[in-house]
Nanobody
């Protein structure tokens, strides 16, 4: 069965940086898109950043645009989320997710969380 495993979370100070990794395996038929989502206690899940596996088109939530960068290493079947200028508001459990089929545009899929496979998450805490 397809699996996604996140890593790279941790505790960082405001203004610091962190890089999350998501290793994908078991996608025998490939996937259309992969992205990062986050959820903080008491808040709804948010689509942070997503990328198309075919053409590389991306989407970023307004709250992270200019600070976060999503990238993919196709040879390693891994997607990354480089997070810079971190703020306390970025504190959340970060999940990666993959879509096994085309549902909509990357923007619509990311905003709506229309993904099929989800990792267990990695905790990011931004605090001084």
């Amino acid at each position: 069965q397809p699996q996604l495993v996140e890593s790279g979370g941790g505790l960082v100070q405001p203004g610091g940086s962190l890089r999350l990794s998501c290793a994908a395996s078991g996608f025998t038929s490939g996937f259309y898109a992969i992205g990062w989502f986050r959820q903080a206690p008491g808040k709804e899940r948010e689509g942070v950043s997503c990328i198309s596996s075919s053409d590389g088109s991306t989407y970023y939530a307004d709250s992270v645009k200019g600070r976060f960068t999503i990238s993919r290493d196709n040879a390693k079947n891994t997607v990354y989320l480089q997070m810079n200028s971190l703020k306390p508001g970025d504190t959340a459990l970060y999940y990666c997710a993959a879509a096994g089929r085309i549902r909509a545009t990357i923007r619509a899929m990311c905003v709506g969380g229309k993904y099929d496979y989800w990792g267990k998450g990695t905790q990011v805490t931004v605090s001084s």
